[in-house]
């Protein structure tokens, strides 16, 4: 059996191969890096990880992020559980946010001590106060040379449609929605993105709501019949429209509810109207969070003509099960912005996110924009 010895001799080890000298509560999630070789690395790696409220991706990426041939030195990729606070909580956040990023330095065999800069895209990262509580407690992670960068996921998504450029306007719909954007002269908007406690419509969690509350509605006489009610109880395994009570209060969190989306997706395909209704309601609330951020923005120029990228992100705008919603959005967009610019990432926002750290290490940039 090791002895203490042995296993503060590990320990150091460990910390010297990292390059961090103080350890945390999370610190068995680095048990791998006593087992890389002790050499200094060669060359450096960035990260970028988006997390949001259904999961958290962290890419590993060789720096520089871009090559010459416009390549993406990808190194590795770890998926982990959601981490947007306001729905799972602070503890369990960080938890996702720290297992993705160790998950993805171990699967490409790299120590701490190799990263160069590390960005986090962060759904619920909505002030100055949540980016400095996160920069905190990434400091006792990484090394002191490390450069850290804390935005909202939507400026990832962004830089991950406009090749890193902070430019144009961004509409992520998924277990939540968010619409922000970025000037030409830097200046920043959003819209929406507050959580369904204040109201996300458009979001996945909001449609899959609307349609639980129309099966209420329709049980009780309030609403008409629609397909929902049967296609979305066989899907949970219920019987009767009231067991959704204990279903839905049992544990409420967004993204369990969210994930009924292909559900009325599916339905609406099938023709049923109400489930039409609450798809259609969603794309005229999704519009009107293009709406403001441009607006207030001004991407469009002072003549309505000027042209600038919109890049959409998020499961709900993706054309599945039947239905696409990204279509009926566009074109509600395009009548009040003519000169838009529809964009659908090439690259996931977590590479986005890279390069935004990578740009972190070029402009060594303190403030930070949520």
């Known amino acids: 059996m090791p002895s203490s010895a042995d296993d503060e001799d590990a320990q150091q080890q460990q910390q010297q191969q990292s390059g961090c000298k103080r350890p945390h509560a999370s610190s068995e999630l680095w048990e791998f890096e006593s087992l890389i070789a002790a050499e200094p690395p ?18 590993c990426v060789a720096a520089p992020v871009v090559a010459r041939d416009g390549s993406l030195p990808l190194l590795s990729r770890c998926v982990t559980a959601s981490s947007n606070h306001n729905s799972v909580g602070d503890a369990a956040a960080r938890r996702a946010i720290e297992e993705s990023m160790a998950g993805a330095l171990m699967k490409a065999c790299i120590p701490r001590s190799a990263v160069q800069a590390v960005c986090l895209a962060l759904a619920g990262v909505d002030s100055p106060s949540d980016g400095e509580g996160y920069l905190s407690w990434m400091r006792k992670i990484f090394p002191s040379t490390v450069e850290m960068a804390v935005h909202n996921d939507g400026v990832a998504a962004l830089a991950s449609g406009t090749a890193g450029k902070l430019y144009g306007c961004v509409l992520i719909a998924g277990t939540g929605t968010i619409a922000l954007g970025f000037g030409e002269d830097g200046k920043f908007a959003r819209a929406s993105g507050v959580g369904p406690g204040l109201g996300d419509q458009g ?55 969210a994930s009924l989306l292909p559900v009325v997706k599916a339905c609406a395909r099938e023709g049923d109207t109400v489930a039409r209704k609450v798809l259609n309601d969603a794309v005229y609330e999704l519009s009107c969070s293009v709406k403001a951020v441009v607006g207030r923005l001004k991407l469009n120029g002072n003549d309505g003509m000027k042209t600038f990228p919109l890049v959409l992100a998020g499961g709900v ?8 919603l990204c279509k009926p959005l566009m074109e509600c967009v395009a009548e009040m912005f003519p000169r838009v610019q529809p964009i659908r990432p090439k690259v996931e926002p977590a590479i986005g996110a890279a390069m935004l750290a990578w740009t972190q290490c070029q402009t060594s940039v303190t403030e930070e924009n949520f």
Do not use: H
């Not at 960035?46 to 991706?57: A, S, Y």
């Not at 009780?220 to 839905?248: F, H």
């Not at 705008?317 to 039947?322: A, I, K, R, S, Y």
């Open 317 to 324: 705008l993706e054309n599945d099960d039947g239905w696409d």
């Open 203 to 257: 979001s996945g969690f909001a449609i899959a709501s609307q349609a639980l509350a129309a099966i209420m509605r329709a049980d009780d006489g309030r609403g008409p019949a629609t397909s929902l009610t049967p296609a979305i109880l066989k899907t949970l395994g219920l019987s009767l429209p009231q067991d959704l009570i204990g279903w839905v209060y049992a544990d409420a969190s967004w993204a369990r509810v």
């Open 42 to 59: 060669k060359s450096k790696v960035v990260l970028g990880v988006d997390g949001g409220g259904t999961c958290t991706v962290c890419v």
